[in-house]
């Protein structure tokens, strides 16, 4: 396959790189960082110390090639994670210093969102002007948290559930200096807590995790409310309380913790949900704890569609708007009653990593939805149906769409019954559908010239779109799509100057008929194909979902055993050029067969034994038997998606 074009190739009459940003309504998900170029190429736009750098990411995806990292490859562009840190706290910051709040806001990153090790450290180090901290939720978690050096302001939340080796890790951190906080999940976690502090003669900083009332909208609405299956209920919290004071711990509890579910669309939730949290507030304060932390879990959303609404995949608000309900929520509920402002913790993940990764891939094929076919006369005898469908096709006119196009289903229908019933030849049948294909075909060349449109054909346009074989697996780079049918932004990176005239769906390399991506978000609401533009000879063809850095890394898994692809981490510089500051090859097909108990090299050892075998049975020359030996142990080292020669 050849290297992708980065030349601009002279724009269109009727078409330019404005219509393609229209279309594909970059301005709108792309949040600034992203937008095309004038040259039609998508482009990342990032500050580097006030100063305003784009880089054509084409150009990104050719200089990978020649360092030979290969499509699909995950992109990381730091200095959008950087500003994405850096714009929470700065929006925290404003919001407590307008308002008059009088405490501070101390970040800390679920380390579940993304646990690649170079996203976690960046965060880390970017995070520590601002104190910014970790949230973990197991003792894997804890690990890596504790080798951040975060700064000393900084908190480690310990979330989920938890053993005596986990309290005693963060009992050990406490004691090291480290505001290790542990959130009481459960009401037996309490009892372990009290013994291995008294075990280790720690005091631990404790917080409680709250199961408030508030269901709010979106995915995630099953982690808020009483039937979420996180948190404890108001009667546990009181058990706690008494179980604190009856231990003479009631002075380690410090923070309420309360996570009302990821991707939360709607503003009015956020207010409501902190409204009722500070209502708890209050209450631990008046039963006598110190308290002091308020942490508000994630659910700071990503607006993926760009429409700006509060459905799913989309929030009604911005960050600036969000920060702000926090501030005077808390100061709403807490002022009256004369309780101190809390130190204001978030969880936010997906708002800090989703925009600075993004997969790319490129096509490695297209089918058309509606093929090409050639039409021979009728023969003589042919079958009275064939002849109707022939008419048909003949008789098609915008007046009747609708009618000819029942017609021709009918008597395609009928040729495929009498085909079944040994009535009709093969070549019939194929006859048959190729007049229904061609039927297709005209109507589709004059639906544009309709005035209206019946509902049934206007969906046939997107039923015959073409697909287009993208060279990636979907449960591993994107699962998110599968599992739970999330949006995400999808478009070419360039030829954004020419006219994308071939509707879409797209098809990943698993064989399974999960595979494919055939919901896109536009400006103008979900639609089930994207128009992409035709393959060109001898050029690759490069596609971007955007927006992936949350969840998706961590959760995909090796569904045909399609492995991890390759990640390339860039820093832009403030001059436009960029530095490759860490490059990982994929998993090679050896990586996967371990993963899956396979030892690389027993495998290589059965596979002799097979060519030994086709030797001896004369099926195969000792020379041969070299070659395929090579090309297998060759195999074992390739790249586990398809490879460019
Ligand atoms: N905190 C907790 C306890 C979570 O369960 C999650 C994810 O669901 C998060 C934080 C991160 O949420 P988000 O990615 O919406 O910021």
């Not at 969000?322 to 978030?346: A, F, G, M, R």
């Not at 009618?403 to 048959?432: C, I, K, M, P, W």
């Not at 697909?467 to 998110?480: A, H, I, R």
């Not at 090859?585 to 030994?612: C, M, T, W």
């Given at each position: 396959?050849?290297?992708?074009?980065?030349?601009?190739?002279?724009?269109?009459?009727?078409?330019?790189?404005?219509?393609?940003?229209?279309l594909?309504?970059?301005?709108?998900?792309?949040?600034?960082?992203?937008?095309?170029?004038?040259?039609?190429?998508?482009?990342?736009?990032?500050?580097?110390?006030?100063?305003?750098?784009?880089?054509?990411?084409a150009?990104?995806?050719?200089?990978?090639?020649?360092?030979?990292?290969?499509?699909?490859?995950?992109?990381?562009?730091?200095?959008?994670?950087?500003?994405?840190?850096?714009?929470?706290?700065?929006?925290?910051?404003?919001?407590?210093?307008?308002?008059?709040?009088?405490?501070?806001?101390?970040?800390?990153?679920?380390?579940?969102?993304?646990?690649?090790?170079?996203v976690?450290?960046?965060?880390?180090?970017?995070?520590?002007?601002?104190?910014?901290?970790?949230?973990?939720?197991?003792?894997?978690?804890?690990?890596?948290?504790?080798?951040?050096?975060?700064?000393?302001?900084?908190?480690?939340?310990?979330?989920?559930?938890?053993?005596?080796?986990?309290?005693?890790?963060?009992?050990?951190?406490?004691?090291?200096?480290?505001?290790?906080?542990?959130?009481?999940?459960?009401?037996?976690?309490?009892?372990?807590?009290?013994?291995?502090?008294?075990?280790?003669?720690?005091?631990?900083?404790?917080?409680?995790?709250?199961?408030?009332?508030?269901?709010?909208?979106?995915?995630?609405?099953?982690?808020?409310?009483?039937?979420?299956?996180?948190?404890?209920?108001?009667?546990?919290v009181?058990?706690?309380?008494?179980?604190?004071r009856?231990?003479?711990?009631?002075?380690?509890?410090?923070?309420?913790?309360?996570?009302?579910?990821?991707?939360?669309?709607?503003i009015?939730?956020?207010?409501?949900?902190?409204?009722e949290?500070?209502?708890y507030?209050?209450?631990?304060?008046?039963?006598?704890?110190?308290?002091?932390?308020?942490?508000?879990?994630?659910?700071?959303?990503?607006?993926?569609?760009?429409?700006?609404?509060?459905?799913?995949?989309?929030?009604?608000?911005?960050?600036?708007?969000?920060?702000?309900?926090?501030?005077?929520?808390?100061?709403?509920?807490?002022?009256?009653?004369?309780?101190?402002?809390?130190v204001?913790?978030?969880?936010?993940?997906?708002?800090?990593?989703?925009?600075?990764?993004?997969?790319?891939?490129?096509?490695?094929?297209?089918?058309?939805?509606?093929?090409?076919?050639?039409?021979?006369?009728?023969?003589?005898?042919?079958?009275?149906?064939?002849?109707?469908?022939?008419?048909v096709?003949?008789?098609?006119?915008?007046?009747?769409?609708?009618?000819?196009?029942?017609?021709?289903?009918?008597?395609?229908?009928?040729?495929?019954?009498?085909?079944?019933?040994?009535?009709?030849?093969?070549?019939?049948?194929?006859?048959?559908?190729?007049?229904?294909?061609?039927?297709?075909?005209?109507?589709?060349?004059?639906?544009?010239?309709?005035?209206?449109?019946?509902?049934?054909?206007?969906?046939?346009?997107?039923?015959?779109?073409?697909?287009?074989?993208?060279?990636?697996?979907?449960?591993?780079?994107?699962?998110?799509?599968?599992?739970?049918?999330?949006?995400?932004?999808?478009?070419?990176?360039?030829?954004?100057?020419?006219?994308?005239?071939?509707?879409?769906?797209?098809?990943?390399?698993?064989?399974?008929?999960?595979?494919?991506?055939?919901?896109?978000?536009?400006?103008?609401?979900?639609?089930?194909?994207?128009l992409?533009?035709?393959?060109?000879?001898?050029?690759?063809?490069?596609?971007?979902?955007?927006?992936?850095?949350?969840?998706?890394?961590?959760?995909?898994?090796l569904?045909?055993?399609?492995?991890?692809?390759?990640?390339?981490?860039?820093?832009?510089?403030d001059?436009?050029?960029?530095?490759?500051?860490?490059?990982?090859?994929?998993?090679?097909?050896?990586?996967?067969?371990?993963?899956?108990?396979?030892?690389?090299?027993?495998?290589?050892?059965?596979?002799?034994?097979?060519?030994?075998?086709?030797?001896?049975?004369?099926?195969?020359?000792?020379?041969?038997?070299?070659?395929?030996?090579?090309a297998?142990?060759?195999?074992?080292?390739?790249?586990?998606?398809?490879?460019?020669?």
């Amino acid at each position: 396959m050849s290297q992708p074009s980065v030349a601009n190739p002279l724009p269109e009459p009727d078409w330019d790189s404005t219509r393609s940003a229209q279309l594909y309504g970059i301005d709108a998900w792309g949040a600034g960082y992203f937008s095309v170029s004038p040259g039609g190429e998508v482009q990342i736009n990032v500050d580097c110390d006030g100063k305003q750098v784009s880089v054509s990411l084409a150009k990104i995806v050719a200089d990978m090639h020649a360092r030979g990292l290969h499509m699909p490859t995950v992109l990381r562009i730091r200095n959008i994670l950087h500003h994405r840190i850096s714009v929470l706290n700065e929006s925290f910051a404003k919001a407590i210093a307008d308002n008059g709040y009088r405490n501070v806001y101390r970040g800390v990153y679920p380390i579940k969102v993304n646990q690649q090790c170079h996203v976690v450290e960046d965060i880390s180090n970017h995070g520590r002007r601002y104190h910014h901290g970790l949230e973990v939720g197991s003792k894997a978690e804890l690990v890596i948290a504790l080798s951040q050096q975060l700064h000393s302001h900084g908190l480690v939340i310990c979330n989920g559930y938890k053993d005596a080796e986990y309290i005693d890790l963060g009992l050990y951190a406490h004691r090291m200096g480290i505001a290790c906080f542990f959130v009481l999940e459960t009401l037996n976690e309490l009892e372990l807590v009290i013994e291995r502090s008294r075990a280790l003669g720690i005091e631990p900083l404790l917080g409680v995790r709250l199961k408030i009332s508030l269901e709010v909208d979106g995915h995630w609405s099953k982690d808020s409310g009483d039937r979420s299956i996180f948190g404890l209920s108001t009667a546990a919290v009181m058990r706690a309380v008494d179980t604190l004071r009856q231990a003479g711990l009631l002075h380690c509890l410090r923070l309420l913790h309360c996570h009302m579910g990821s991707q939360i669309p709607n503003i009015r939730n956020v207010r409501s949900g902190v409204l009722e949290a500070c209502r708890y507030y209050a209450g631990l304060v008046e039963e006598g704890a110190p308290m002091g932390y308020l942490d508000l879990g994630g659910g700071l959303a990503v607006d993926y569609e760009g429409a700006n609404t509060n459905s799913t995949h989309s929030m009604n608000y911005r960050m600036d708007e969000y920060c702000v309900n926090i501030v005077e929520s808390i100061q709403e509920t807490l002022d009256p009653l004369e309780i101190s402002h809390p130190v204001i913790v978030t969880e936010s993940g997906r708002a800090t990593v989703a925009y600075s990764s993004l997969l790319l891939f490129n096509i490695l094929n297209v089918s058309a939805g509606l093929p090409e076919v050639q039409l021979d006369p009728l023969p003589e005898d042919a079958h009275d149906t064939l002849r109707n469908l022939e008419t048909v096709l003949a008789s098609i006119e915008p007046a009747k769409m609708q009618e000819n196009y029942n017609d021709a289903l009918f008597y395609r229908d009928e040729v495929r019954e009498l085909f079944h019933h040994g009535q009709a030849s093969l070549r019939e049948r194929a006859t048959a559908e190729n007049l229904f294909l061609a039927v297709l075909d005209t109507i589709m060349r004059q639906l544009p010239n309709m005035h209206r449109v019946p509902p049934e054909l206007r969906d046939l346009s997107e039923q015959l779109c073409d697909t287009y074989y993208g060279n990636f697996s979907l449960f591993q780079s994107l699962p998110d799509i599968w599992a739970i049918r999330q949006l995400f932004p999808i478009m070419p990176i360039h030829r954004l100057n020419e006219r994308p005239t071939r509707p879409a769906i797209l098809a990943d390399l698993t064989c399974d008929c999960d595979g494919r991506i055939d919901r896109f978000t536009t400006p103008d609401g979900e639609h089930h194909s994207l128009l992409l533009h035709p393959l060109k000879p001898d050029e690759d063809y490069h596609v971007g979902v955007f927006l992936v850095g949350a969840y998706q890394e961590t959760l995909g898994d090796l569904h045909n055993l399609f492995g991890d692809t390759n990640v390339v981490n860039v820093a832009i510089n403030d001059d436009g050029t960029y530095d490759f500051a860490c490059e990982f090859h994929g998993d090679q097909i050896a990586d996967v067969l371990s993963y899956v108990e396979y030892e690389p090299r027993q495998v290589q050892e059965k596979f002799r034994l097979v060519a030994e075998q086709a030797v001896r049975d004369g099926k195969i020359s000792v020379a041969e038997r070299q070659i395929i030996l090579q090309a297998y142990r060759d195999s074992l080292q390739g790249y586990t998606y398809l490879e460019a020669h």
